[in-house]
């Protein structure tokens, strides 16, 4: 098993060596797909379970900021806004938001610096949008792909193992 999961952690990390340094990812994002501004500061604030959720939304928008509306958000990267929107076509709010952070030159000016979530991005996902020309695009779609498969596999094997379990139970019961 620890083989795995050692391979789905390679397959979540992309070689950065892929980045095309455009500035795209840095200049237009969402965060968790979708979620609008207030959302993201709610998460930020609240005291659910889960503190990685929470966690991450605090780094998120200890960097990222969000455009003073959709418009602005079109004038920079519509098409990407347009694919967003395509994907929750019943969302009345969503959030695009920018690096504080990103030089005239598209570099990291706290690369060295730059929280987890900016070290892990992009994370292959079905739920990952790319921009176009991304040179992570194709490495992490093969690499989702990869993922699915695995999960599929933990599925089945979960499957038998929980009918084996059934069987079992039903032998010792009818002896």
């Not at 706290?110 to 949008?129: G, N, S, V």
């Not at 993922?147 to 010792?172: G, V």
Request: aromatic share 8%; hydrophobic share 30%.
């Amino acid at each position: 098993m620890s083989d795995i999961v050692k391979r789905v952690q390679e397959l979540l990390k992309l070689p950065q060596s892929l980045c095309n340094t455009c500035g795209k990812c840095c200049k237009m994002v969402n965060f968790k797909g979708g979620l609008s501004y207030e959302e993201v500061k709610n998460l930020s604030q609240s005291l659910e379970e889960d503190e990685t959720q929470v966690e991450g939304a605090r780094d998120f928008l200890s960097i990222f900021q969000p455009y003073e509306s959709i418009e602005a958000a079109r004038e920079y990267s519509n098409e990407f806004v347009e694919k967003v929107l395509a994907r929750f076509p019943d969302k009345k709010e969503i959030g695009f938001f920018h690096c504080r952070y990103v030089g005239k030159n598209n570099l990291c000016l706290i690369h060295e610096d730059r929280p987890l979530l900016c070290r892990m991005y992009p994370i292959p996902h079905e739920r990952t949008e790319y921009h176009a020309g991304c040179g992570f695009e194709e490495q992490g779609r093969k690499n989702w792909q990869e993922i699915k498969a695995i999960l599929a596999d933990l599925e089945k094997q979960r499957e038998q193992l929980k009918k084996d379990l059934n069987q079992k139970k039903n032998s010792l019961d009818n002896k």
